[in-house]
């Protein structure tokens, strides 16, 4: 049984996992994408964040991967994000996302990390007549020049609200920082240097191409900390690809 499933979270060295003939070739496309395309998150100005975002389903008896269709403004293509949906207080609350362009949807490396990240997943069975939601977040911290710092959000440990979520280290240089922690769910709006013994399960950095973790949310809770830039007199980066889980949510007749 994975360790997804028995500790809540797990890591993972995708590049040796997912090893094919021309993964490499894949993986510098991917790479090249977050090093050029990806623009500054419109909700996050010069908080030194760019990104983009797509969703897709994953149909669990054809294995298909279907993506979601953007919303066309300005000649640009959005994809839309609903966040609290179901919370009380931001009915129907959705923010909008430069969507990942067509090419790299069809990357074959990011279906395949796509699949073996939902084959990690669990669900009832019954939950399963139904497509998974997948959400596929490119995000890339910068940092120009030498007192800049970039910071994840939310800056504490937390638990997302989606049952599952992986993060996959595309790209790491000239950075310090971007430091992990894993810890138990108690300890969510903390920061881990104010927890106390026993209450993280593991602090790690992932540093290598495709070095991944994948989180069961409601087992654990999870942090990333800030970076700034490195040793070299250059700009420093650390491009992450995140993508979560969750099931398709039917609401309720009589609300
Ligand atoms: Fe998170």
Do not use: C
Not at 3 to 9: A, H, I, V
Not at 92 to 99: C, I, P, W
Not at 233 to 239: H, I, N, V, W
């Amino acid at each position: 049984m994975s360790e997804l499933k028995t500790q809540g979270y797990k890591r993972y060295d995708y590049m040796k996992d997912l090893y094919y003939e021309g993964i490499e070739k894949d993986y510098e496309e991917l790479r090249d994408y977050f090093r050029n395309d990806l623009p500054e998150d419109e909700y996050a100005k010069g908080l030194n964040r760019f990104r983009r975002y797509s969703r897709a389903l994953v149909l669990p008896t054809s294995r298909q991967i279907e993506w979601l269709p953007n919303i066309k403004k300005d000649d640009k293509e959005y994809a839309a994000y609903f966040q609290g949906k179901f919370n009380p207080e931001h009915p129907g609350d959705y923010r909008e996302f430069a969507a990942i362009d067509e090419p790299i949807l069809n990357n074959k490396l990011l279906r395949k990390i796509i699949m073996a990240d939902y084959d990690e997943t669990f669900w009832n069975e019954e939950d399963l007549i139904m497509p998974i939601h997948v959400g596929v977040h490119f995000v890339k911290l910068r940092v120009e020049h030498e007192n800049d710092i970039a910071v994840s959000s939310p800056n504490s440990l937390h638990q997302d609200g989606e049952p599952f979520t992986f993060a996959h280290l595309i790209e790491r240089r000239n950075v310090e920082g971007g430091t992990n922690a894993i810890g138990i769910p108690e300890v969510r709006h903390q920061l881990p240097e104010d927890t106390k013994d026993g209450e993280l399960h593991e602090v790690f950095e992932i540093t290598k191409p495709l070095e991944s973790y994948g989180v069961a949310d409601h087992m654990v809770s999870h942090y990333v900390s800030p970076i700034t830039r490195g040793e070299k007199d250059e700009e420093g980066l650390r491009s992450i690809l995140l993508i979560d889980y969750q099931l398709t949510v039917v609401a309720e007749m009589d609300e």
